[in-house]
């Protein structure tokens, strides 16, 4: 701390500066008046005021019984006058005619430095809130790392007059551990984080820590939490809740594997039912198909046989008519009546013919082989898996491989007719193959 003298009245005059290498919050006192409240705080008019850069220099005075601060922030380096210090205008007394020392406390802020404060939480219980008979003992240990952005915030909430760093460490230390406990015991609540995984999620309940507890240190001390490291979040396995936990825990991770594989077969073999029952039905709709395309064809036959039977009646008929005319039983006069004879000719002559032709395409469907309508044709598919083809395979086969994740939507195919290779689940008609295809089964819980 620099001295020089001076000529004026009120004696020697001083620099006022922090020296000090580690600090967060200094006051400063004129030389050699380290121990009289009223003279440490004496300023004379003319001192010199030296604030480094990250430095806050605070004035705290009394004014008409108010007590006032003003900041100085860094770096300044003046002549304490009116001219270029305004708070003198406010704290220099009038009787002085300001060549008498004013009245004001300095303390220096540190505003650049960062404090690390390291804290250990003993064991205390947490809960699973599904099983809340057992107690699991856990510890927390970790370091907080924090400074000071906001000197006006700091100076409300702390006093600075005999200020020990100590002191507010304990205080910070104290709201820490209890602010973690609550939060940690917790976790498994409303994290949804099981008690025996916590050891691994610790980079997410650190995450939780860190969101709730910067704010409550701002707001309590005044202080900015640059950040909070949780090192170490230790389960104590050799407890009897513990056991017990993973106990019950490994017995109902059990139960549900055990109750998944059995859905997964049941679904498995309702699967298989429901294609054996659509095989059927498409089986009995190809024979009704076939029965109703026979029939057609049976009726088609005897139309024949019956128009034959027709016109053999009408060509019987007409025979007999001749047969009368000859006879003379047609005439007046007991002769053939010739126009009728020529009649009855024609019409028996168009009757063969007709006769004629009806048996001969009779004769000809009798004659051609019996013809029943081609089978439905089975649709059949190529696949490709990591570059290699094989196939083909009808639906039957590829629902079997779905069911195996031999086969899913992602599997490319090629069926005659296509004119490149498409995934499986672009294709409308094998939708329903992996419409029941049951997930993988959920990896075991520890």
């Given at each position: 701390?620099?001295?020089?003298?001076?000529?004026?009245?009120?004696?020697?005059?001083?620099?006022?500066?922090?020296?000090?290498?580690?600090?967060?919050?200094?006051?400063?006192?004129?030389?050699?008046?380290?121990?009289?409240?009223?003279?440490?705080?004496?300023?004379?008019?003319?001192?010199?005021?030296?604030?480094?850069?990250?430095e806050m220099a605070?004035?705290?005075?009394?004014?008409?019984?108010?007590?006032?601060?003003?900041?100085?922030?860094?770096?300044?380096?003046?002549?304490?006058?009116?001219?270029?210090?305004?708070?003198?205008?406010?704290?220099?007394?009038?009787?002085?005619?300001?060549?008498?020392?004013?009245?004001?406390?300095?303390?220096?802020?540190?505003?650049?430095?960062?404090?690390?404060?390291?804290?250990?939480?003993?064991?205390?219980?947490?809960?699973?809130?599904?099983?809340?008979?057992?107690?699991?003992?856990?510890?927390?240990?970790?370091?907080?790392?924090?400074?000071?952005?906001?000197?006006?915030?700091?100076?409300?909430?702390?006093?600075?007059?005999?200020?020990?760093?100590?002191?507010?460490?304990?205080?910070?230390?104290?709201?820490?551990?209890?602010?973690?406990?609550?939060?940690?015991?917790?976790?498994?609540?409303?994290?949804?984080?099981?008690?025996?995984?916590?050891?691994?999620?610790?980079?997410?309940?650190?995450?939780?820590?860190?969101?709730?507890?910067?704010?409550?240190?701002?707001?309590?001390?005044?202080?900015?939490?640059?950040?909070?490291?949780?090192?170490?979040?230790?389960?104590?396995?050799?407890?009897?809740?513990?056991?017990?936990?993973?106990?019950?825990?490994?017995?109902?991770?059990?139960?549900?594997?055990?109750?998944?594989?059995?859905?997964?077969?049941?679904?498995?073999?309702?699967?298989?039912?429901?294609?054996?029952?659509?095989?059927?039905?498409?089986?009995?709709?190809?024979?009704?198909?076939?029965?109703?395309?026979?029939?057609?064809?049976?009726?088609?036959?005897?139309?024949?046989?019956?128009?034959?039977?027709?016109?053999t009646d009408v060509?019987?008929?007409?025979?007999?008519?001749?047969?009368?005319?000859?006879?003379?039983?047609?005439?007046?006069?007991?002769?053939?009546?010739?126009?009728?004879?020529?009649?009855?000719?024609?019409?028996?002559?168009?009757?063969?013919?007709q006769m004629a032709?009806?048996?001969?395409?009779?004769?000809?469907?009798?004659?051609?082989?019996?013809?029943?309508?081609?089978?439905?044709?089975?649709?059949?598919?190529?696949?490709?898996?990591?570059?290699?083809?094989?196939?083909?395979?009808?639906?039957?086969?590829?629902?079997?491989?779905?069911?195996?994740?031999?086969?899913?939507?992602?599997?490319?195919?090629?069926?005659?007719?296509?004119?490149?290779?498409?995934?499986?689940?672009?294709?409308?008609?094998?939708?329903?193959?992996?419409?029941?295809?049951?997930?993988?089964?959920?990896?075991?819980?520890?």
């Open positions: 701390m620099g001295l020089f003298s001076s000529k004026k009245k009120g004696g020697i005059l001083d620099t006022i500066r922090c020296d000090e290498q580690e600090y967060l919050v200094w006051k400063w006192r004129p030389s050699g008046e380290e121990n009289s409240t009223n003279k440490e705080n004496a300023i004379r008019f003319g001192s010199s005021l030296r604030v480094k850069d990250g605070v004035f705290v005075y009394n004014q008409k019984g108010n007590n006032n601060q003003d900041f100085i922030a860094g770096p300044h380096d003046q002549i304490i006058k009116t001219a270029n210090f305004p708070v003198l205008s406010k704290i220099i007394g009038s009787a002085f005619g300001g060549d008498s020392p004013f009245q004001a406390e300095v303390y220096f802020i540190n505003m650049s430095g960062n404090v690390q404060l390291k804290f250990g939480i003993p064991y205390f219980d947490v809960f699973d809130p599904r099983f809340m008979d057992f107690a699991v003992p856990m510890a927390v240990r970790g370091t907080l790392t924090f400074n000071i952005t906001d000197a006006q915030q700091f100076i409300k909430l702390n006093r600075l007059i005999n200020f020990d760093l100590d002191d507010l460490k304990k205080q910070i230390k104290d709201a820490v551990t209890k602010n973690v406990k609550h939060i940690v015991s917790n976790t498994p609540q409303n994290a949804q984080i099981p008690v025996i995984q916590m050891e691994r999620k610790i980079m997410d309940i650190n995450k939780l820590v860190t969101e709730q507890l910067k704010p409550r240190l701002e707001d309590d001390f005044g202080i900015n939490m640059k950040g909070l490291d949780i090192s170490d979040l230790e389960v104590d396995k050799e407890s009897n809740g513990y056991s017990e936990l993973r106990k019950v825990t490994a017995e109902q991770t059990t139960k549900t594997i055990d109750a998944q594989a059995d859905v997964n077969i049941k679904n498995l073999e309702d699967t298989q039912q429901i294609n054996a029952e659509n095989m059927e039905e498409t089986l009995r709709i190809q024979r009704e198909e076939m029965q109703r395309a026979q029939k057609l064809q049976t009726e088609g036959q005897n139309m024949s046989v019956h128009q034959l039977n027709q016109q060509a019987k008929t007409a025979a007999e008519s001749l047969g009368e005319m000859g006879s003379g039983s047609g005439g007046s006069g007991g002769g053939m009546d010739p126009g009728s004879m020529m009649a009855s000719m024609a019409m028996g002559g168009a009757v063969g013919s032709g009806a048996v001969g395409g009779m004769m000809g469907g009798m004659n051609q082989p019996h013809q029943t309508p081609p089978p439905v044709p089975k649709v059949q598919y190529n696949i490709a898996v990591n570059g290699k083809q094989s196939g083909p395979f009808g639906l039957p086969e590829l629902q079997q491989m779905a069911l195996k994740g031999q086969f899913t939507e992602e599997t490319h195919v090629w069926k005659p007719g296509m004119a490149e290779w498409a995934l499986a689940g672009t294709l409308s008609e094998l939708n329903t193959l992996f419409e029941n295809t049951p997930p993988p089964p959920p990896p075991p819980v520890s």
